[in-house]
């Protein structure tokens, strides 16, 4: 089984180091969960580590930037007294 890119980072270079039931990005170090006990067979271990790092919650990317956006948008009235990211960028000569 091949593990899926990074998450993270989206690096393809995955890692199951000996003895441990676990995937590591090579790139950033993101970790998968651990998948179980270490069973003795490297085989084994291996790919239940990697059918974990693969088990992921799909999420739409536009979906989380758009709720990131927006509570960006949120939090900067609070922060500049009421001017939304939009009036300050016109005033600002950048919008």
């Known amino acids: 089984m091949k593990a ?7 690096c393809t ?9 676990i995937a590591i990005c090579e790139h950033c170090e993101a970790a998968g969960p651990p ?4 069973s003795g067979s490297d085989t084994l271990t291996i790919a239940s580590a990697v059918a974990k790092w693969n088990e992921r ?13 927006n509570a960006y948008e949120n939090a900067i009235p609070r922060l500049t007294f009421g001017m939304s990211v939009t009036t300050f960028l016109i005033n600002s000569g950048q919008g």
């Open 4 to 10: 899926k890119p990074c998450p993270f980072c989206g």
């Open 13 to 21: 270079d995955v890692t199951t180091p000996p003895g441990i039931a």
């Open 35 to 38: 998948a179980k006990e270490y």
């Open 57 to 69: 919650h799909e999420q739409n990317i536009s979906i989380l930037v758009q709720n990131l956006f």
